[in-house]
C-alpha cells in the first residue's frame, strides 16, 4: 500500500453510507461473513469467550488467548477485523501491549472501554468505570503504541448506566480529541438517547445493536440517517449458531435421522469451497509440474 493510499477500515469509514458490520465468534463464521459481502467484522469478547472457553463475557480470557484468537482469525481473511480489547487488560503499560499484540496479530483496529474490575458485558448490569482522566490516559497510550496510523482505535464507555447519558457523551468526546478514531457510547436506552449521541458527538460514530440488549434496535438506514458511521450486529453469529446446533441435537436425538432437518442447509460441497480443499489437494500437483532448476 503506498503511503497516500487509505488502508481498507479507512476507506470504509471514509463513505457516506453506513458500514454494516458483523461480530464472528471464529474463523468458520467469519469466512462465512466475508464471502456473503461483508466488508468489516468485529471479534468481541462476548463471541470469543463463548466460542473459545464456553463461558461468560466476564474478562475471563486474556490478553494473550484473545491475541491469539485475532491471529487465526485474519490469516484467513482480507477484509479488515477489528478486535474487542476490552479495558486494555490493564493499566497504561498494559494498554499499550494489548495494541501492540493485536495489531501485530494482523487486526485492522481494536476496541477500548473504561470499565473497571469487575469487567462486565456491556448489557450486563452493575457496571463500573474508571475515572475519565484515565480513560483518556489509556487512549493516549493506545495511540502512542500503534505502530501504523491506519491502526483504528474506537473509544467505549459504559457510562451510561453509570453516571447517565451525559458524562457517557463528554468521555467519548474527550477520548476522541485524545487521539481516538471512533466513539463509541455503549448501552443507550432509547432512540431519543440515539439521536441525543449523534447530534452531541462530532467524531465517527459506531452503533451496537445486540439483540435481547437494553438498546433498542433500529436498522442500518435509520442509524445511517441519524450519523452514525458504523452499525454491528455483535452476538448473532452466536444465536443462530446456538438456534441451529440444538436443533440438530433434538432432531438426531429424537428421530435418529436428520436428513430432513438439513434439507436446506449449507451443504458439505460448500463447506469444502469455503475452506478452500481443492486449492489444498492440488497443491502437489502444481508443484510437480514447475521446473526444476540445475546449477550449472
Same mark, same amino acid.
Given at each position: 500500500m503506498r503511503s497516500d493510499e487509505a488502508s481498507p477500515i479507512r476507506e470504509l469509514l471514509g463513505r457516506s453510507s453506513i458500514v454494516r458490520s458483523m461480530g464472528v465468534h471464529d474463523v468458520f463464521s467469519a469466512l462465512i461473513a466475508e464471502q456473503e459481502g461483508i466488508e468489516l467484522l468485529f471479534l468481541g469478547g462476548f463471541g470469543a469467550s463463548a466460542s473459545l472457553l464456553g463461558l461468560p463475557d466476564l474478562n475471563l480470557i486474556t490478553q494473550t488467548e484473545m491475541a491469539e484468537a485475532v491471529r487465526r482469525m485474519s490469516a484467513r481473511l482480507d477484509v479488515p477485523l477489528i478486535a474487542d480489547g476490552? %479495558? *486494555?487488560? *490493564?493499566?497504561?503499560?498494559?494498554?499499550?501491549? %494489548?495494541?501492540?499484540?493485536?495489531? +501485530?496479530? &494482523?487486526?485492522? &483496529?481494536?476496541?477500548?472501554?473504561?470499565?473497571?474490575a469487575p469487567k462486565r458485558c456491556g448489557h450486563f448490569d452493575d457496571k463500573q468505570i474508571i475515572p475519565v482522566k484515565d480513560m483518556v490516559m489509556k487512549i493516549k497510550a493506545a495511540v502512542a503504541a500503534r505502530s501504523s496510523p491506519e491502526f483504528v482505535i474506537f473509544a467505549r464507555t459504559d457510562a451510561r448506566q453509570v453516571n447517565g447519558l451525559a458524562d457517557a457523551i463528554d468521555r467519548v468526546n474527550r477520548c476522541c480529541d485524545a487521539g481516538? /478514531?471512533?466513539?463509541? $457510547?455503549?448501552? @443507550?436506552?432509547?432512540? +431519543?438517547? #440515539?439521536?441525543?449521541?449523534? =447530534?452531541? $458527538?462530532?467524531? @465517527? #460514530?459506531?452503533?451496537n445493536m445486540p439483540t435481547g440488549g437494553v438498546t433498542p434496535i433500529l436498522s442500518a438506514e435509520e442509524l445511517e440517517q441519524l450519523g452514525y458511521r458504523i452499525v454491528v450486529l455483535p452476538i448473532e453469529t452466536l444465536l443462530v449458531t446456538g438456534t441451529a446446533v440444538r436443533g440438530l441435537a433434538r432432531?438426531?436425538?429424537?428421530? *435418529?435421522? $436428520?436428513?430432513?432437518? #438439513?434439507? /436446506?442447509?449449507? +451443504?458439505?460441497?460448500?463447506?469444502?469451497?469455503? #475452506? &478452500?480443499?481443492?486449492?489444498?489437494?492440488?497443491?502437489?500437483? =502444481?508443484? /510437480? =509440474?514447475?521446473?526444476?532448476h540445475t546449477a550449472d
Open positions: 476490552d %479495558t *486494555g487488560h *490493564g493499566d497504561l503499560h498494559q494498554v499499550q501491549r %494489548t495494541v501492540e499484540l493485536f495489531e +501485530t496479530a &494482523g487486526a485492522s &483496529g481494536i476496541i477500548l472501554e473504561d470499565q473497571a481516538a /478514531d471512533v466513539a463509541f $457510547v455503549e448501552a @443507550p436506552e432509547s432512540r +431519543t438517547e #440515539l439521536e441525543e449521541i449523534a =447530534e452531541r $458527538v462530532k467524531h @465517527p #460514530l459506531f452503533a432432531a438426531w436425538r429424537e428421530k *435418529g435421522s $436428520v436428513d430432513n432437518f #438439513l434439507s /436446506d442447509d449449507m +451443504t458439505f460441497a460448500e463447506v469444502k469451497r469455503l #475452506l &478452500g480443499v481443492e486449492r489444498f489437494l492440488k497443491l502437489r500437483d =502444481e508443484l /510437480d =509440474e514447475m521446473p526444476t
